[in-house]
């Protein structure tokens, strides 16, 4: 017979493991002496010693969820209970007895912890949605287009409520950006039938504008232009695709008219003369509108100025070029105001914008670089020339420039 403090084995090869409750039989050895057979279930019970203190380290380090954590030890208990080892079974039973603790406190926190997530998660949803029923009023709609795309990936980053309070703060939530949604299509399609309109006046005035061309009743037919051209500035803008098509054949058919007139007139080359000097002072006038500071007056001024400039008649055709250049230099920057402004309710312009400066900007940096090359070379004379072009670039990059960030802001 052999023993140990926490077990024996008779002469029967019956292995018995001492607990408080007396002896408990083990199990039966016959395979080798009773030494080995102590230490086969000694062995059983050191295993158990490990695998209870793996299991203790996984519930303190790790994030084992409780209920897996209590199946292990249910596992290991039903092991011990099953007296199958040799050693301190009371040990065992004591230390499983705390992890249950253990794992018990550990459910509690995560409870909090998981209804303090909820709350927060409640909060922040709710947050959103209030902001995103704001940004639903909102006609920003570059701006609140993105931001409400932004507050959607926020909303999937969140713990979902119970089904009844998140339905409800989505439904809310989905019901804001489809009213935002809604508003800008109506926006847009506003726009859109705006400028159609526009497009089919435009379309009429062009029609007139091409019939009255080979007019050679002088007077009546030169006043009607200025009213047709009055109807023009009227209409708006049509769509960008057919505004300038549309202008062209419309100056184009006054063009024509006038051309005419002025061959007709040739001779009075003195009223002529005197007429360019008129139209000189006019385009100096006008060209002291620019830069734009107030957009209604400088457009009330100009107009003032071109009904004027179309009173006082032709200038001697090869002057004609320079002088009506200098007031369509002025008129393109009332319309570049004008599309500043416009494009203050277009979120689609700026990209637009963007693009315009970053390609002012290469110009500009070309111009730049190329007047350097010039002088390096000792070519004043192009440089200077180079210099004048850089100007014009460097005020039209300014323009954009405080274009889009007026649009920015």
């Known amino acids: 017979m052999s023993s140990d403090p926490w077990g024996r084995v008779d ?13 408990q039989v083990v199990g039966s050895w016959q395979a080798g002496s009773p030494d080995e057979a102590l230490a086969y279930f000694e062995r059983k019970y050191e295993g158990l010693v490990v695998e209870i203190g ?4 996984r519930v303190k380090t790790t ?11 249910d596992h290991i208990r039903e092991q011990v209970d099953a007296h199958h080892a040799v050693g301190d079974l009371a040990a065992l039973r004591g230390r499983l007895d705390k992890l249950v603790e253990t794992v018990d406190a550990r459910r509690e926190e995560r409870k909090v912890q998981r209804a303090k997530q909820s709350d927060e998660a409640r909060h922040a949803k709710e947050a959103l949605v209030v902001e995103a029923e704001e940004l639903a009023q ?7 287009g993105e931001r409400l795309r932004a507050l959607v990936d926020t909303w999937k980053g969140l713990p979902r409520l119970d089904r009844k309070s998140d339905d409800e703060l989505w439904h809310r939530f989905s019901h804001a950006r489809s009213a ?7 926006h847009f399609a506003s726009l859109d039938a705006q400028r159609e309109e526009a497009r089919k006046t435009k379309e009429k005035l062009v029609a007139e504008a091409e019939s009255l061309s080979g007019s050679a009743d002088w007077g009546p037919t030169a006043a009607r232009y200025r009213e047709l051209m009055a109807d023009w500035k009227a209409a708006g803008r049509a769509q960008r695709e057919h505004e300038d098509d549309l202008w062209n054949r419309f100056r184009g058919a006054q063009d024509v008219f006038f051309a ?3 061959s007709v007139f040739a001779e009075r080359d003195a009223e002529q003369s005197e007429n360019l000097k008129l139209k000189e002072e006019l385009a100096e006038e006008a060209e002291k509108l620019v830069p734009v500071q107030d957009l209604k007056a400088a457009r009330a001024a100009f107009r003032s100025i071109n009904e004027r400039w179309e009173a006082i008649g032709h200038v001697p055709r090869d002057a004609r070029p320079k002088v009506e250049g200098r007031m369509h230099a002025v008129e393109r920057a009332l319309q570049e105001s004008e599309e500043t402004e416009w494009r203050r309710t277009n979120p689609e312009a700026r990209a637009r914008a963007e693009g315009l400066t970053g390609q002012l900007q290469a110009a500009v940096d070309k111009l730049q670089g190329q007047i350097e090359s010039a002088r390096s070379a000792g070519n004043t004379s192009r440089a200077d020339k180079l210099q004048k072009e ?3 670039r460097q005020a039209l990059l300014d323009q954009a420039l405080k274009g889009l960030q007026e649009f920015g802001g």
């Open 390 to 392: 850089l100007d014009g």
């Open 138 to 144: 909102s006609d920003q709609w570059r701006a609140a």
């Open 54 to 57: 793996l299991l203790e380290k």
């Open 260 to 262: 005419a007139r002025s």
């Open 180 to 186: 935002f949604s809604k508003r800008r299509k109506a």
């Open 63 to 73: 994030d084992l969820s409780a209920k897996d954590a209590q199946t292990a030890i």
């Open 11 to 23: 002469e029967t090869g019956t292995v018995y493991v001492r607990t408080a409750d007396g002896e």
